[in-house]
Every structure is written in C-alpha cells, then in structure tokens.
C-alpha cells in the first residue's frame, strides 16, 4: 500500500495531461480510421472500373470473333457453291442473308448486355466510393464523441 500511494498521488496531479494524452491517442487511432475507410471505399471503386474496363475488353474481343465466325460461314458457303457451280442467288442469298441478321441481332444483344454490365460496375464504384466516405465521416464523429466523453 505504501508503494501505491505515491503513485496516485502522482497519478492525480496528473489527470489533465493523461486525459490529454489519452485524447489525443484516442483522435490519432481516429484519424487512421477515416483514412482507412475512405481508401477502402477508393480501392473498391477502383476495382470496380477495372472490372467494367475489362468487361468491355471482353465485348470487344467477343465482337471481333464473331465477326470472323460471320466470315468464314460466309466463305464457306460461297467456296460450297462455286465448286458445285451454282451461283449466289436464290436461297443461297437468303441463308447468307440470314446468318448476317443472326451475327447483327448477336452483336446487339452483346452490346446491350456488356452496356447494362459496365454501367452497372460503373454505379457499383461510385457506390462504393460514397460508402467508404460515409464509414470515413462515421468513423470522425465516433472519434469526437469518444474524445468529448473523455473531457
């Protein structure tokens, strides 16, 4: 007990400059979280354009292939006809005209899909980038009120 005393003695002369202390340790902790949350909620963002940037990659890619499938269909029907010597008319005409409607609506489907795709990556980002804030402002009045319940 003995020992002890000097302690909270010197423990109570110096309350303010803990509480000081502890204030500022307690902003400090808080201002590490605000920029903890608010670069989460920017990584997210970021890696959610990167996914809408590559999906659109992926669309184009998938527009060049279909449209060397379209062609080599093509090709293929105009090399069967000349080497049985029929020309391009009639329902040769028609089925390549088909196989061009089919390519068209295809690629517009694509489109559509990857469009809807990436805007939806697109507002997912934004979103994410608004969430981190908002945890970011959250987390500075948590601080606040920590700290003025210290005082």
Known sequence: ????????AWAAANA?????????????????????QRNAGIAQANQMKAQ????????RQREIERKRTLLRA??????????????MSGSLVAAARTDIRDAATDLLVDRSNTRS???GLTAAARNARRQGNLQAVGSLFDTGVRVAGMM
């Open 74 to 87: 093509l090709s293929q029907q105009s090399a069967n006809a000349g080497a049985a010597g029929v020309t």
């Open 52 to 59: 809408a940037a590559r999906e659109g990659d992926a669309a």
């Open 16 to 36: 303010g400059t803990i509480a000081l202390a502890s204030a500022g340790a307690t902003l400090a902790a808080g201002g590490l979280s605000f920029v903890a």
């Open 1 to 8: 007990m003995a020992v002890a005393a000097p302690i909270m």
């Open 117 to 119: 795709q990436v805007n």
